[in-house]
Nanobody, 123 residues
């Protein structure tokens, strides 16, 4: 079993940056692919980024390519999402997820989910 807790959200002006963190409990963190998703009010949850168990492979939604970077530190049981050049349309609750397969994460699936952290980008 894995428990995930997101942090680092907040209010930022357009063009600014934030770094989200997801801390995981459990001794099998390095066995899971990790991902970030987001959900805006009144909209469906959407895939943002995913990273393989070793961190060698990463995937991004077209809307965030070149602006967001996902990374992980297995020694700290933590995954990060560095968000630069933020836009108002990035406003959403951001969720961390874990799954045995990165392909499932890319398709919007996850075995475990965090509680979410709010990101608000003002214009």
């Amino acid at each position: 079993q894995v428990q995930l807790v997101e942090s680092g959200g907040g209010l930022v002006q357009a063009g600014g940056s934030l770094r989200l963190s997801c801390a995981a409990s459990g001794r099998t963190f390095s066995s899971y692919a990790m991902g970030w998703f987001r959900q805006a009010p009144g909209k469906e949850r959407e895939f943002v980024a995913a990273i393989s168990t070793s961190g060698v492979s990463t995937y991004y939604a077209d809307s965030v390519k070149g602006r967001f970077t996902i990374s992980r530190d297995n020694a700290k049981n933590t995954v990060y999402l560095q968000m630069n050049s933020l836009k108002p349309e990035d406003t959403a609750v951001y969720y961390c997820a874990a799954d045995w397969g990165i392909t499932r994460l890319r398709l919007g699936k996850g075995d475990y989910w965090g509680q979410g952290t709010q990101v608000t980008v003002s214009s």
